[in-house]
């Protein structure tokens, strides 16, 4: 399955969010998202519009994925209270929001993951920025190369 990121970004005050858009035109694109990730975001969705339902509001056909009312986007502000609570209620270390932004390319750096494709779901125009970015993760992807390199040269001597 595939999502679709719309590219725009909220940000404002409090009581009135805005919107703008990316700084390249490479913000606007298609990304992947799993089967589970799609399963949790429309469970969310139902959740949401049962929630709205009984409160006696409707759910708009325009509605964001995390929104105040089924309109309307909440104020980043308050996204980032909400993670701040769950981050010291689940006990973990305490990152900032935008962390999970680096925590998820270095994850999909150190699986194998084709820097381009990272780079590609980071919006990132060159893929330099990317490797430049995270070189931290590439010692141990040098090993891991140099070990499966060995292997597929077995293979091939062995044939």
Excluded: W
Aim: hydrophobic share 35%.
């Amino acid at each position: 399955m595939v999502g679709v990121f719309d590219g725009n970004t909220v940000f404002g005050s409090p009581n009135r969010p805005d919107f703008s858009y990316p700084k390249t035109d490479s913000g606007m694109r298609t990304i992947a998202l799993s089967e589970s990730v799609i399963t949790a975001l429309s469970q969310y969705r139902k959740e949401k519009k049962a929630q709205l339902f009984r409160a006696g509001m409707k759910l708009t056909p325009s509605c964001y994925v995390i929104s105040d009312n089924g309109s309307s986007p909440i104020n980043p502000q308050t996204v980032h209270k909400f993670f701040l609570y769950d981050i010291k209620r689940s006990e973990v270390p305490r990152i900032r929001f935008h962390d999970l932004r680096h925590t998820h390319a270095t994850i999909m750096l150190q699986l194998g993951e084709h820097a381009k494709v990272v780079s590609e779901r980071l919006c990132h125009a060159v893929v330099q920025t990317t490797l430049n970015l995270y070189s931290h993760v590439t010692p141990n992807m040098q090993k891991d190369s140099a070990i499966r390199f060995d292997e597929a040269f077995k293979n091939i001597h062995l044939q």
